[in-house]
């Protein structure tokens, strides 16, 4: 594919500009790009996630949100990978409290956080010493409950980014959020341990017929054979493995606990955004008709 310089023009020549930028970038270009009424700018970044008139979307949840809009957000990759298996449960026994904690790769930090981590663990083998730049403390063989600024209330901005994106994907700020993020030392794919209570009594078996059904999720459910939600079966896979489903000890008759596993590069940020350009583009062509 011919790579070419970027200007404003150039973009918006397409239909599409899907945007893997700094959140300065987005903020200087993005409406620069939709100013002509036609091209549709959909970001990953998190310039506009929390702007109420940009829609922040994942498609299988409220693709409706954006109808009408040419500015688009991509929602944070955890938020993204959790609304997955949260929507369907949502939708069928309506969401009260989650709480989260999470178990989030290198990746995530980019491709530097990858390579930091790889050579952290040869560095280690080798028997010299571990150094951090990319993370707060060295990965290898560790995991750190730290990822993003902490904020003033004692949170950090990546887990204020799953309370404030779940309600807005949601069209709800009454389910209340809390969220423990936390870096362990794999290279792909973000895992998730969350706990639910619901407005309705939730069974085990009804949740599981809730997220059978539904578009983007796997049930990987069977602790007998060993077969539960992991980073290495969710890597490169488009949907999200849900697992080890069980009635909240807590909550219970109105409570579950269980545990997601999602390739953050593709559900929560490439995958998505491709997603949403798909029901974009459905969306002019019923407008067409």
Aim: proline share 4%; with cysteine; aromatic share 6%.
């Amino acid at each position: 594919m011919k790579v070419e310089l970027f200007s404003v023009a150039a973009v918006q020549e397409c239909d599409y500009a899907l945007l893997a930028v700094s959140g300065g970038f987005s903020t200087e270009f993005s409406q620069q790009i939709t100013a002509n009424g036609r091209t549709c700018v959909i970001d990953n970044s998190s310039a506009f996630r929390y702007h109420d008139s940009v829609p922040l979307v994942v498609p299988e949840i409220n693709a409706s949100a954006m109808k009408g809009k040419l500015l688009i957000a991509n929602p944070n990759c955890t938020t993204a990978i959790a609304a997955m298996a949260l929507w369907p449960l949502h939708q069928r026994f309506k969401l009260r409290k989650v709480i989260m904690s999470t178990y989030q790769a290198a990746s995530g930090a980019g491709a530097e956080g990858m390579a930091e981590l790889e050579e952290g663990i040869r560095s280690h083998i080798r028997g010299e010493q571990v150094k951090a730049s990319v993370f707060a403390h060295p990965l290898p063989f560790n995991v750190i409950p730290h990822i993003d600024a902490f904020q003033e209330n004692g949170y950090t901005k990546e887990e204020m980014k799953v309370v404030w994106e779940t309600q807005k994907i949601f069209g709800s700020k009454e389910i209340a959020c809390s969220c423990t993020a936390v870096r362990i030392p794999t290279l792909r794919a973000h895992s998730e341990a969350i706990t639910i209570e619901t407005e309705s009594e939730i069974t085990v078996q009804a949740a599981r017929e809730a997220l059978g059904g539904a578009p983007g999720v796997d049930v990987v459910d069977d602790p007998a054979a060993k077969r539960y939600p992991m980073p290495v079966t969710a890597t490169g896979k488009h949907n999200v493995e849900v697992g080890r489903l069980r009635s909240s000890l807590v909550f219970e008759p109105r409570g579950l606990d269980f545990f997601v596993s999602g390739d953050q590069l593709l559900r929560g940020a490439a995958l998505n955004a491709v997603l949403i350009a798909e029901a974009k583009q459905a969306e002019r062509d019923e407008a067409e008709l």
